[in-house]
């Protein structure tokens, strides 16, 4: 069974750090683009950052360029987002995905999304 699950989320001041997880089941994350989106309240889904599967090379939404890094742990067959910096409209439930492209459902497989609230 193909299962992504995020976690690391929670309740942060505005400026701390947070590291979100998403380990992989029933397959090889190592195979796919992997994509962490996020969704406000009220707001649509967005990219936040993207990694290949080929040579790592990475993406960043401006948002969260400098302050975010998206990195592979092969044995752990996990993919991370460090937040660093955050601020309180990073505040969302964070998502991610089998996919880099669109935010949506439709494609890919997704996790079922970590809270995360910078809030002081």
């Known amino acids: 069974q193909v299962q992504l699950v995020e976690s690391g989320g929670g309740l942060v001041q505005p400026g701390g750090s947070l590291r979100l997880s998403c380990a992989a089941s029933?397959?090889?994350?190592?195979?796919?683009?992997i994509g962490w989106f996020r969704q406000a309240p009220g707001k649509e889904r967005e990219r936040v950052s993207c990694?290949?599967?080929?040579?790592?090379?990475?993406y960043y939404e401006d948002s969260v360029k400098g302050r975010f890094t998206i990195s592979r742990d092969k044995a752990k067959n996990t993919v991370y987002l460090q937040m660093n910096s955050l601020k309180p409209e990073d505040t969302a439930v964070y998502y991610c995905?089998?996919?880099?492209?669109?935010?949506?459902?439709?494609?890919?497989?997704w996790g079922q999304g970590t809270q995360v609230t910078v809030s002081s």
């Open positions: 990694i290949s599967s080929s040579d790592g090379s990475t």
């Open positions: 995905a089998t996919q880099c492209g669109v935010p949506s459902v439709e494609y890919g497989s």
């Open positions: 029933g397959f090889t994350l190592d195979y796919y683009a």
